[in-house]
C-alpha cells in the first residue's frame, strides 16, 4: 500500500510478518503546521477523540492518503486502504490517553505470546514495526497495523455464542463441559437475554450446532483464550470488555480484536 514513509517516530522493534504497511505521519513537522491550534482536551467523550485539532489533522491526513473509516470505538479509529489489512489510530480523550495506551500494549503483548492462536488477530508491519507513537504538539498517538477481519453476523450462533461465553469466561476455574452445559441450558439463555438485552435463543439451536465435533473444538478453543484473556486482564488490572463487537471473524473463526477496558 502507497502510504508515507514516516521519519521522525517512536519506534517499537520490529516483528515477524507476512505484509508491509507503511507509517501514515512522514513528518512531525508538517503535521503541526496544518494544526493552527492547541488541542482541545475533551475529558467526557464516550467515543473517541473526534472534536480536538489534532483528532481533525488526524483524519485530514488518513483521508488525504486514500484511507476510509470504517469504524471506532471507546479509544480508537479504524482505517481502510485495501483489502488486505486497516490501520488502527489510538485517539482518545485526553484523559484516557495512558490508559488506552496500556490497555492495548496488554493485549498486543498476550498476542506476540500466542502467535499460533487462530482466535487472536494478525498484526502487519508498519515502518518495521506492529505498532508506532508519533507525536502532534507534544501529545502522542499509537498507529497500528493488522489483518482485516469481517464482522460477526448479526443474529448468528457465532453472535450468541461469543456474547454467552465471554460472560462465563470471567467464571475462575470453568471447565469447558461445564460451559458447553450451560450454552445448552434455555435457563441460561432466558437469564442471559434479560442480562444482555439480546433477542431470545433457544438451547436447541446451540446444542445442534455444537454437535458438529469441529464446531465444538472451536469454540472449547474460543472459550479458553477468553479465560486466558480474562486472567491476564486481571492481574494487570484491566476491566473486561469483550462483546460482539469486539469479536470480529477470519473466514468463520472467530477473531478477538479489543477485550479490555
Known amino acids: 500500500m502507497d502510504i508515507v514513509e514516516a521519519a521522525s517516530m517512536e519506534k517499537s522493534s520490529p516483528q515477524d510478518s507476512t505484509e508491509t504497511e507503511e507509517c501514515v505521519y512522514e513528518e512531525q513537522d508538517s503535521i503541526e503546521e496544518e494544526v493552527e491550534q492547541p488541542a482541545v482536551e475533551e475529558d467526557n467523550l464516550q467515543e473517541y477523540d473526534?472534536?480536538?485539532?489534532n483528532s481533525k489533522?488526524?483524519?485530514?491526513?488518513?483521508?488525504?492518503?486514500?484511507?476510509t473509516k470504517i469504524g471506532g470505538g471507546l479509544d480508537a479509529s479504524?482505517?481502510?486502504?485495501?483489502?488486505?489489512?486497516?490501520?488502527?489510530?489510538?485517539?482518545?480523550?485526553?484523559?484516557?490517553?495512558?490508559?488506552a495506551d496500556d490497555v492495548f500494549l496488554a493485549f498486543y503483548d498476550f498476542c506476540q505470546a500466542h502467535k499460533g492462536s487462530p482466535y487472536l488477530p494478525k498484526f502487519v508491519d508498519i515502518g518495521g514495526a506492529n505498532h508506532t507513537v508519533f507525536e502532534i504538539n507534544g501529545r502522542q498517538?499509537?498507529?497500528?497495523?493488522?489483518?482485516?477481519?469481517?464482522?460477526?453476523?448479526?443474529?448468528?450462533?457465532m453472535e450468541k455464542l461469543v456474547w454467552g461465553l465471554s460472560d462465563m469466561a470471567k467464571v475462575p476455574l470453568m471447565k469447558w463441559s461445564d460451559a458447553k452445559a450451560q450454552l445448552s441450558n434455555d435457563e441460561f439463555w432466558q437469564y442471559f437475554s434479560k442480562k444482555s438485552?439480546?433477542?431470545?435463543?433457544?438451547?436447541?439451536q446451540v446444542k445442534q450446532a455444537l454437535a458438529d465435533p469441529q464446531v465444538e473444538k472451536e469454540y472449547a478453543g474460543?472459550?479458553?483464550?477468553?479465560?486466558?484473556?480474562?486472567?491476564?486482564g486481571r492481574k494487570k488490572g484491566l476491566g473486561w470488555d469483550l462483546h460482539t463487537e469486539n469479536v470480529l471473524q477470519r473466514n468463520g473463526v472467530p477473531v478477538i480484536i479489543d477485550p479490555y477496558s
Do not use: C
Open 141 to 157: 498517538y499509537r498507529q497500528i497495523a493488522m489483518e482485516k477481519l469481517a464482522p460477526i453476523e448479526k443474529g448468528s450462533i
Open 50 to 53: 473526534t472534536r480536538s485539532a
Open 78 to 99: 479504524v482505517w481502510s486502504k485495501d483489502a488486505g489489512s486497516v490501520i488502527k489510530i489510538i485517539m482518545p480523550a485526553a484523559s484516557r490517553a495512558q490508559d
Open 197 to 204: 438485552k439480546q433477542a431470545p435463543v433457544h438451547a436447541d
Open 57 to 67: 489533522a488526524i483524519t485530514a491526513k488518513l483521508r488525504e492518503l486514500g484511507y
Open 222 to 232: 474460543l472459550f479458553n483464550t477468553m479465560q486466558q484473556l480474562w486472567l491476564n
